[in-house]
């Protein structure tokens, strides 16, 4: 079991800067391949990046790839996502999500049904 605890959400400027933080239980973090995704209202729920637990592989969405850098810190069982140059159109709840099976596919990271365990969303809004 994991559980997973977003923060460092809030209301920026376009072309701002935000870091979200996710906490994460358990003793074996480091296994599970981390993603962040994000949600409109009445919208599906869209992948943002993944960052695999051993080797460290990353993958972006082609709307945010060389303005978001997505990190982890197995030591302290933490996620992060550094928003750079944010733009009204990436406002949305962002979620984290903990996937514990492997696929040597990337892609198989962006769908919302392979993951296993999500927090609860934190609100980012980027005005005009």
């Known amino acids: 079991q994991v559980q997973l605890v977003e923060s460092g959400g809030g209301l920026v400027q376009a072309g701002g800067s935000l870091r979200l933080s996710c906490a994460a239980s358990?003793?074996?973090?480091?296994?599970?391949?981390m993603g962040w995704f994000r949600q409109d209202p009445g919208k599906e729920r869209e992948f943002v990046a993944a960052i695999r637990g051993i080797g460290g592989n990353t993958y972006y969405s082609d709307s945010v790839k060389g303005r978001f850098t997505i990190s982890r810190d197995n030591a302290n069982n933490t996620l992060y996502l550094q928003m750079n140059s944010l733009k009204p159109q990436d406002t949305a709840v962002y979620y984290c999500g903990a996937c514990s099976r492997y696929s040597f596919i990337g892609s198989f990271y962006y769908t919302p049904a392979n993951y296993d365990y999500w927090g609860q969303g934190t609100q980012v809004t980027v005005s005009s």
């Open positions: 358990g003793r074996t973090f480091s296994s599970y391949t």
